[in-house]
């Protein structure tokens, strides 16, 4: 679980101050499972899947950058085949 944190959202196009938030906490929750030697001898299969819950976070900008924060990345799926020849 990531805990709250602040970051610049926006600038006040009057006077050109930056404007702080306050962001919600969320939970980031990775999966990975890995088999080995499935079908032949040193054949590595892997699949993790990133941010199971799609929780999208943002990437806070710790700075006055004149933007929002960035989205954050959704939910990836990575699949791994990995052979070893000896």
Do not use: C
Not at 26 to 43: E, Q, R
Request: avoid cysteine; proline fraction near 9%.
């Amino acid at each position: 679980m990531i805990g709250e944190g602040d970051g610049y959202i926006v600038f006040d196009t009057v006077t050109y101050d930056p404007v702080v938030d306050e962001f919600d906490p969320y939970l980031l929750i990775d999966f990975s499972a890995v088999y080995n030697n499935l079908f032949v001898k040193g054949l590595m299969v892997s699949v993790s899947v990133f941010d199971l819950l799609n929780s999208k976070p943002p990437i806070l900008q710790p700075y006055n950058g004149w933007h929002p924060p960035y989205p954050g990345r959704s939910r990836e799926i990575v699949l791994k085949l990995l052979l070893h020849m000896k």
